[in-house]
């Protein structure tokens, strides 16, 4: 399957926090470097997610802000 | 200035396609690496960017989705 | 690949109104329900869309809104 | 009124679940094709949302992505 | 139609910057407050947009970051 | 830190609803006139607010609807 959201990042889980609605996934995708989603506990659960597995970020264009100093 | 938005990325300007509204801005976070944002071209302009600058790129972590193979 | 989106609607690209740096992708997904997306130009190129073929609608849990009347 | 959302789906609550901040909506929009919101809780009750009620999902088009097989 | 997204600004159209697939609208909600959204053009067509006309931003919450100094 | 979100509003910290992942946090940005935020519980830790505190809400362009009566 190939999507439109233009940013993909491939990582491994390193951390897991569980809402009753909403689970927050922490993705290392490089030494030092970590992504943060919130996804629903569904989803979370449904992919398997666990500390460890490999997994890939995937965030659309036009949800990407830029700043500047 | 401490943002929720949990992540961000500093990277270096490595193109710029302008459009009419929006322009679409990537940046390299690490070698080899990318982020994509569409941002208005008034924010673009407002913000200086051009090929070579540093900036960052801002996710809120809900516009963050996780995938498995 | 399974990804965290919850909502995911197969359909057929009923037109494509092109953009400089967004394109807009309505598809059919049943018999008189469309849905609208708008990517990037980039993203419609490379996954090769047109009308007639088969494609994927995809949208988090948290990006959809309720209403009653 | 009339909103500059792309995509309202007509539709029946089938499954509600409840967290602490945000709830989870489940609408089934046609036979078979459910649609999966996640709201604050405070909206869910202010709009009265209830199973076999009838309501709408409603979602921006630059928040749809699109994938091909 | 009442409608889950927490954010709603009664204003003033002040300002419309038209693209090929995107218009940016800017309104103004109090005075000095302005508010900008990017909309599909179709929908500030069919929305009848113009300046001076009485509109509403609305912003679902998981879409506002907080930030402080 | 200058930032392509297009809509900043200062305003004061009214009401923090607690979640397990997300809090919902709400500012007053002029009189009468409030803002709804949901962002993690680990983002509201890190900024530290609490009622009364100044803050501001910060609101991407894209993710603003337009509605007409």
Redo the contacts between chains.
Sequence with gaps: ???????T?KGTVKEI?????????T?E??PG?E??????K???E????KEG?????????????????
Tied chains: 1, 2, 3, 4, 5, 6.
């Design positions: 399957m190939e999507i439109s959201a233009r940013n990042f926090v569980t809402g009753s609605v909403n689970d927050e996934i993705l995708i490089a470097v992504v943060t989603a919130v996804i629903t569904t989803s979370a449904s992919l398997g997610l597995k490999e997994a890939y970020a995937i965030i659309k264009a036009s949800d990407v802000m830029v700043s500047v100093d």
